[in-house]
Each structure stands twice: as C-alpha cells, then as structure tokens.
C-alpha cells in the first residue's frame, strides 16, 4: 500500500508505449511459474523483464510513497490522508498551486524529516532485522525527497494537477 501520483499527460504516454510489452512480459513470466515455479534462473529471467517495463511506464510522470518505515512523508511528521487528501478535488488530483502549497509545507517541515531521518538511522545501529546500511538508508530518503520536489516542479511548470492515489 502507498501514495500513487501521476502527472497524467507523461504517464499516459509511458504507459501506452509500455504496457503491452509489460503485459507480454507478465505473460511469459507467469508461463514459467506454471513450469518451473518461481525459483531458479528461467523465473529471476523472467521477473527481470517484468520489472523492466515496469520501471519504463513509470520512469517520469510518476511517483509512489510506501506506507511503512520508509514513507517519505511520514518522516515529515506530515499524513497523506490528513495532510495532502484535503487539498484534493473531487476527482482526486491536486492542482498545480496546492502542489507549489505541498513544496511549501515540506520545507517548512524539514527539520522534523531530519530529526526523524536521523532518529531511523540511529535506530538501525541496534534494531536492524533487514540488515540494511545505514548509510544506504539516508541516501535513500535524501534522493526520494528530491525525487518528490521534482515531481511537484514538474507539475507546477506544466500547469497540470497530479492525480492522487492516496
């Protein structure tokens, strides 16, 4: 479960050029679990390619926030349901200016996402069931923050909403 966003206009275009290869890839990947199961070289193969077009529908025009741990904007202190759902309109998108009021209020919010950040990085020196990197981590986060402000200016300087599946 997560925050879906769609700039609408790049997206579609992704996803048209896309999807029936995904959906071919899907296919043959889901003929091999038939044979094989889902272990071993054919089915790594397989899901390889699935993932492959997946990362290419959604390569602009795109961006997801998980729901666990690692959700960006949780480490703001900030709720997509609470924060960014009222902003929404009927049909779900959220315009261009209450994307330039979202960038707003993540700036005003950044020192919370640091404290955070900085507390879930502590906390993996001594609770780390994954066994992540540390380091890893905050990279992670740091890049998923830029990733979200360019999305955001995108919209804004396309003058289109973003379509929320939140």
């Known amino acids: 479960m997560g925050a879906d966003l769609y700039i609408q206009s790049i997206h579609d275009k992704l996803r048209a050029e896309f999807n029936p290869l995904f959906d071919e890839a899907c296919a043959k990947r ?95 020196k001594t609770n780390n069931p994954y066994n992540e990197d540390p380091k890893e981590v905050e990279e992670y986060h740091m890049e998923h923050y830029g990733k979200l402000l360019e999305f955001l200016e995108k919209a804004i300087k396309l003058g289109e909403p973003v379509a929320c599946s939140i």
């Open 30 to 124: 889901d003929e091999v679990v038939e044979i094989f199961g889902r272990q071993g070289f054919a089915y790594e193969a397989a899901q390889e390619k699935v993932l492959e077009y997946l990362d290419k529908m959604n390569a602009d025009g795109y961006f997801r926030d998980n729901y666990n741990e690692n959700s960006l904007l949780w480490l703001f202190g900030l709720s997509w349901w609470e924060d960014i759902g009222g902003w929404l309109d009927s049909k779900g998108n959220l315009s261009p200016e209450d994307c330039q009021s979202f960038i707003k209020m993540l700036f005003a919010n950044e020192q919370t996402f640091f404290t955070n950040l900085n507390a879930h990085i502590e906390s993996l």
